[in-house]
């Protein structure tokens, strides 16, 4: 079973940087799917990145694409999300997840962290 811990958030102003890490342990980390998700305040969680096992392929919501990179260690059981220009629609608490299939456009996780606030002010 998977245990997953985020860590690297924080308050950051609009237009910093800020990296999340998530390590998971418990498992073979390099045979899952690892993706990052967020839930603003008020709001429903939503779908932010996944990357493949090899990290060769990674799926991204149009609104991070071009800011946001998803990639992964497996020699470190951890998977990262390098957030750059952060706007403060970013605000929310970033969830890791994990799962086996394969389908990066799937959205459907077994295994969750327990999150890590990211505050972006004006």
């Known amino acids: 079973q998977a245990q997953l811990v985020e860590s690297g958030g924080g308050l950051v102003q609009a237009g910093d940087s800020l990296r999340l890490s998530c390590t998971d342990s418990?498992?073979?980390?390099?045979?899952?799917?690892m993706g990052w998700f967020r839930q603003p305040p008020g709001k429903e969680r939503e779908f932010v990145a996944a990357?493949?096992?090899?990290?060769?392929?990674?799926h991204y919501i149009d609104s991070v694409k071009d800011r946001f990179t998803i990639s992964r260690d497996n020699a470190k059981s951890t998977v990262y999300l390098q957030m750059n220009s952060l706007k403060r629609e970013d605000t929310a608490v970033y969830y890791c997840?994990?799962?086996?299939?394969?389908?990066?456009?799937?959205?459907?996780?077994?295994?969750w962290g327990q999150g890590t606030q990211v505050t972006v002010s004006s």
């Open positions: 990357i493949s096992q090899s990290a060769l392929n990674t």
């Open positions: 997840a994990t799962k086996w299939n394969s389908d990066l456009r799937s959205y459907q996780y077994e295994y």
């Open positions: 418990g498992r073979t980390f390099a045979n899952y799917v």
